[in-house]
C-alpha cells in the first residue's frame, strides 16, 4: 500500500497541459480537451505522436515552441525529442508596466530608498515638468495650438450610398421592386471609412530628455484633437499616460503626465518596452491595424536583437509603423544606432523629429497612412 | 470522411505517392486534422510548401481543391456567396414581358416572383459554399494574413460549425466537413479565436538529405551531381542569415530547373552568376552573393 498509483494517462496530459499554462503559453480549456483527443488518436504509446500533438494543439507562433520543449522534457524526461530544426525566435520576459503613480511621486528627494531599489541602469528620476519659464511656455501653446492633425482612415465593412462606386444591387432592386419592376435611377454605394487608431510610443530616456517635454505636447495635441489615439511613455519602463494627457490645458496635461511617469531621463531598454506594449495592450487589440509611431533615437542599451523581433511583432500587428527620430533632422546623421539598425527593415515611414516643421511633417505621414 | 488515413505513416505515403514529401510532425499534424475534422494552420517562410501540402492532399485524397486566395479587402460577397444581380435584372424583365397583356398583379404574385429572385440558380456560390456543397473536398485558404481582421470572424463560423447561413435560403452544411488548409506568411499576426480553432504547424526550411530528396523525386532529369551542388549552396545561402529574402524550397527548384535548361552539368561560379535570379529576388542579395560566389562554391 506504499506506492502510489500510476497516474492515468488523461491525468498525465492534463497535467502537462496545465504546466503549459503555468509556463505562460495560452493554454485554454478547449484547446486542453483537443490535445486529450488529439493525443488519444494519434496513440499515447509514442512519445513523439504526443510531442507533435501536444505542438499542434497547445501553440500558436513560434515563440512558444522553446517553452513548450521545455515543458515537454520536464514532464515526460527522457531521451530527446526528434523534432525539427528550431525556429530561433528571442522570446524577452514581459516586463511589468506599473500605471499608477505611486512610486513616481514617492521619488524626488528620497533618494536612498530609490537607489537601493534602482538597478545599475535603471535610474529613476522624477523630473518636474513644471519648471518651464513662463514664456517658453507661451510662445510652446501659441505654436503647438497651430497644429491640426488628422486622423488617418481605413476602409470599413460598411457600405454607404454614394453618386459614383459600385452599383448597389439591393437598393436598385428595392425600388425597382416598389414601382412593379419599372427600371429607375441605378444606385451606387462605396466602403464607408472609420479612423484608424493613432498609438503614440514616446521615448523619455536620459538621451531623449531634450525633447521629451515637445513631444509629450504633440501627444497633447493628438489626444485633444483626434478620435482614438493612445500614448504610451518608454524608459526602463512602460506608462499609459492617455488619460493624463486627456486634461484640456496643455501645461495641466503636462503636469499630469510628469507625476505619472515614473522614469523621466533613465535608461532605455526600447525591445522590452515595445514587447511589452505588444504583451499587455497591443496584442489585445490595440496595435490592430492602428498607425504606431515611435518617438525614439533608437538607442538601445541592451540586445538590439530584441527590439529587432519587437519592432517585427509590431509592424506585423500594426498598419504603418512610423519612427520619429530628433536626430533624423541634423545634417550629417546616419541611421548607425544599433537599435536603429534593428529596427529599420520594420519601419514604413522614417521622419525627423526636432522641429514644429518636422512635426507637420509627421502629421502628414500619419494622416495618409 | 472517417478513417481515410489510417496513421501518420500512411499520410507520408499517400503524400509521398504524390511527389510531396512530408516529415513525420506534419504527417501526425496532418492525420489529426483528417480524423479530428479541424483546419491546419500553417505558417512558415514562404516557398516551404504550405500550399502544395493543400495540393498534395487532395491529389492523394482523388478529392477537389477549393482554393481561397485572401487579399486586403475581401469580404464576405467573394468568400462565401454573392447573388447573380445581372441575372435577377433580366429575369424580372423577362416576367415583366411575359406578363404585359395578363391582368394586374395579385398580392401572390409579386410574394413568387420575390422567391424566385432569390433563388438557388441566382446565387453565385463563392469557395467556402462551394466547399461546403462540394464536400469531401480540400479547402484551401491562402494566405490569411492578407486578408483584413473582421474576415477572420467570417471564417470563425464556418470552420467551426462547418455551415453559411444565407438569408433567403437557409443553411448550407457540409455532409463531410471539408479538409481544410490555411496558411499564413505571417505579415500579421492572426486572432487567437482563429488559431484556438486549427492544428497549428510552422513549416521550417528543409534540412539537405530532405531538400535532395526533394528536388530528386520533383527533378528527375537533374543529375545528382547537379542537385547535390544546389542544394549544397542553397543550405549555405539560408545558413549566412545575410539575405533579406533567403530562397525557400521553391527557388532551389526554380533554380534547378533553370540550371537544367540551360544545359548545365555542373555547378560553376559562371553559370550559378548566370542562373542566380532563379533563387534570389532582391538586387542587394543578388549582388552580395555574387561578390562571393566562388568562396561558397568552393568552402
Known sequence: MTAAPEPEPDELLLGFARALRAAGLGVTADRERTFLVAAATVGVGERAHVYWAGRATMTSVPADFPVYDEVFERWFGGEAIPRGRQVDVVRPPVRQAPLDSGEGQAGGDDTDTLQARASAQEVLRHRDVATLSAADRAAAARLFAGLTPRSPMRRARRHVRSTNGSVDGPATLREQLRRMGEPGRIHHRRRSVRARRIVLLVDVSGSMSPYADSLLRLAHVFVRTVPHVEVFTMGTRLTHVTRALSERDPDRALAAAGRVVPDWSGGTRLGEAIGAFLDRWGRRGMARGSVVVVFSDGWEREAPEVLGEQMRRLAALSHRVVWANPHRGKAGYEPVQQGIVAALPHIDDFVAGHSLAAFEELIEVVSRA | ?299
Open chain 2, 1 to 299: 470522411m472517417d478513417h481515410v488515413f489510417s496513421g501518420a505513416d500512411d499520410v507520408t505515403t499517400a503524400l509521398g505517392g504524390t511527389g510531396y514529401l512530408a516529415d513525420d510532425a506534419l504527417a501526425t499534424v496532418t492525420f489529426l486534422a483528417t480524423r479530428l475534422n479541424r483546419p491546419i494552420l500553417l505558417e512558415g517562410e514562404p516557398g516551404t510548401g504550405k500550399t502544395a501540402l493543400a495540393e498534395a492532399l487532395a491529389e492523394a485524397l482523388d478529392l477537389r481543391l477549393i482554393r481561397l486566395q485572401c487579399y486586403e479587402g475581401i469580404d464576405a460577397t467573394q468568400a462565401l456567396y454573392d447573388w447573380d444581380f445581372p441575372r435577377q435584372i433580366l429575369h424580372l424583365r423577362t416576367v415583366e414581358a411575359l406578363t404585359r397583356d395578363a391582368a394586374s398583379h395579385t398580392a401572390r404574385d409579386t410574394e413568387a416572383l420575390e422567391s424566385e429572385l432569390f433563388d438557388e440558380r441566382f446565387l453565385l456560390a463563392r469557395p467556402v459554399l462551394e466547399a461546403l456543397r462540394a464536400a469531401p473536398c480540400v479547402l484551401l485558404i491562402d494566405e490569411i494574413d492578407r486578408a483584413d481582421d473582421e474576415f477572420e470572424a467570417f471564417l470563425l463560423e464556418v470552420l467551426s460549425t462547418w455551415q453559411v447561413t444565407i438569408p433567403e435560403l437557409g443553411t448550407v452544411s457540409a455532409s463531410t466537413p471539408p479538409i481544410v488548409v490555411l496558411t499564413s506568411n505571417r505579415t500579421r499576426e492572426l486572432h487567437d479565436a482563429l488559431k484556438r480553432r486549427c492544428l497549428y504547424h510552422w513549416i521550417d526550411h528543409p534540412g539537405l538529405a530532405r531538400e535532395l530528396e526533394i528536388v530528386r523525386t520533383r527533378l528527375p532529369g537533374v543529375s545528382a551531381a547537379l542537385a547535390e551542388q544546389v542544394v549544397t549552396l542553397v543550405q549555405r545561402l539560408r545558413g549566412s542569415g545575410e539575405l533579406i529574402k533567403p530562397p525557400g524550397v521553391a527557388e532551389t527548384l526554380d533554380w534547378a530547373r533553370a540550371l537544367e535548361t540551360v544545359g548545365a552539368t555542373r555547378l560553376d561560379a559562371e553559370v550559378a552568376a548566370a542562373t542566380l535570379g532563379a533563387a534570389l529576388k532582391y538586387r542587394e542579395d543578388s549582388e552580395r552573393i555574387r561578390a562571393s560566389l566562388d568562396k561558397l562554391l568552393t568552402a
